[in-house]
């Protein structure tokens, strides 16, 4: 499975940005899905996450820190997720990546280690 981010880019305080991330795959159904970031000098962190579809299949899954800002949806026909972020903040400036894994359990979703599969990461970056 091969992973393709984009989407980063520089934008003020209170804008927005969407991500999206391409997945080379027959079919990403059967894959739980998330976002990460990681900022400079910081350990990458947990943002969103998509359960497999066949489960829930629901994107619910948000660190506290974006949690009603962002917004996290899959479209398994175009094998593609998007985070949509709002009323971004400078906080929110990191490298952003998306990771998939057709094995990972729910409450492991926020563990990054659980993930087999990694896009190469798009910059976000919000000025204040």
């Known amino acids: 499975v091969q992973l393709q981010a984009s989407g980063g880019g520089l934008v003020q305080a209170g804008g927005s940005l969407r991500l999206t991330c391409a997945a080379s795959v027959r079919s990403i159904r059967g894959y739980a899905v998330a976002w990460f970031r990681q900022a400079p000098g910081k350990e990458r962190e947990f943002v969103a996450a998509?359960?497999?579809?066949?489960?829930?299949?629901?994107?619910?899954y948000y660190a506290d820190s974006v949690k009603s800002r962002f917004t996290m949806s899959r479209d398994n026909v175009k094998n593609t997720v998007y985070l949509q972020m709002d009323s971004l903040k400078p906080e929110d400036t990191a490298v952003y990546y998306c990771?998939?894994?057709?094995?990972?359990?729910?409450?492991?979703?926020?563990?990054?280690?659980?993930?087999?599969?990694w896009g190469q990461g798009t910059l976000v970056t919000v000025s204040s």
């Open positions: 998509c359960s497999r579809t066949g489960g829930s299949g629901e994107c619910t």
């Open positions: 990771a998939a894994d057709d094995s990972v359990i729910a409450s492991q979703y926020r563990n990054s280690v659980q993930y087999d599969y």
